[in-house]
């Protein structure tokens, strides 16, 4: 339960990684790596190499705030964006901010869904509005579109904390979690998987509000998927400058982890979102 807002929180933060370096995490474990090791060979890209994740002071992997140029692009995501099992230079979102000359603060969170983004988004917002420093592009990874979450209340030290789970139906089947929760994880399969009127409330509705708060401020805003993950990104729910429907990879070519896409991947989003802005006329 490391994902938390606190009292005048400007963003969801990830508390278990915030400040720190880690070497593996998430999908991309230690136990993983030398099973992959054996089986991709000493030629493996990541053989003999370390990957680090550099974690800010909110838990993302990015820079700090403060340490941010005025000339930023804002990325959005779930681990696609975070990056795991790729190194730092080879993220889309790293790649993107060398190709445009702009400075990059990258809010993705592995394994968070649709309902992840919206909130942020909105958190995010009234933090950077204050600050009088919004950026000069917001681009959208929206992840698997079965994904949500849900809050709890945690007290300490006489406060009140906002503590955020993720459920997903693979995360429930594959590892059989019992979370303290029990009556959140029964509404989540029989209410929001399987009569699914909250899911389609979450991805119709949650993406157009993210949208529509970047429209309103005159800040452009880019939407992409991979493949499958969220079925609802057309034009029907989008009325919108700039947009990308689906990136498909078929470099055949994996992160560390083997499971998610690989650096080659990452040219593919960055050369479609770079076509999709110059067929705007995109100018920062």
């Known amino acids: 339960m490391c994902h938390r807002i606190s009292k005048n929180s400007p963003i969801i933060e990830a508390q278990c990684q915030s400040n720190k370096i880690l070497y593996f995490t998430s999908t991309d474990s230690e136990d993983l790596f030398e099973i992959n090791k054996k089986k991709q060979g000493n030629d493996w890209i990541y053989h003999d190499n370390e990957i680090e994740y550099r974690y800010n002071s909110w838990g993302y992997r990015t820079k700090e705030f403060s340490e941010l140029s005025d000339d930023y692009v804002l990325t959005f995501g779930c681990s696609f964006t975070e ?11 790293t790649k993107l901010g060398k190709k445009l000359n702009l400075d990059v603060f990258n809010l993705g969170m592995g394994a968070s869904g649709v309902d992840f983004q919206f909130y942020n988004t909105i958190l995010f917002q009234n933090f950077i509005l204050e600050k009088k420093k919004l950026p000069k592009l917001v681009v959208y990874q929206w992840p698997m579109s079965f994904r949500t979450s849900a809050f709890f209340k945690l007290r300490e030290d006489n406060k009140t904390d906002l503590i955020m789970e993720f459920f997903s139906p693979h995360f429930i ?9 029990n009556s959140f994880n029964e509404w989540f399969k029989d209410g929001f998987i399987n009569d699914g009127g909250d899911l389609i409330k979450q991805n119709y509705l949650y993406p157009m509000l993210c949208n529509n708060v970047w429209k309103s401020l005159n800040v452009p805003v880019i ?6 993950d969220f079925e609802n990104l057309n034009n029907e729910i989008f009325d919108l400058n700039f947009q990308i429907c689906r990136i498909y990879d078929d470099t055949k070519i994996k992160a560390r982890d083997l499971m998610h896409n690989g650096h080659l991947a990452q040219d593919i989003v960055v050369n479609k979102i770079i076509e999709n802005l110059n067929n705007h006329g995109f100018s920062k």
């Open 83 to 93: 990056g795991i099992g790729l190194y730092y230079d080879d993220m889309w979102s």
């Open 223 to 228: 939407n992409w998927t991979y493949d499958e």
């Open 173 to 181: 089947e594959e590892t059989g979690e019992k979370k303290v929760m």
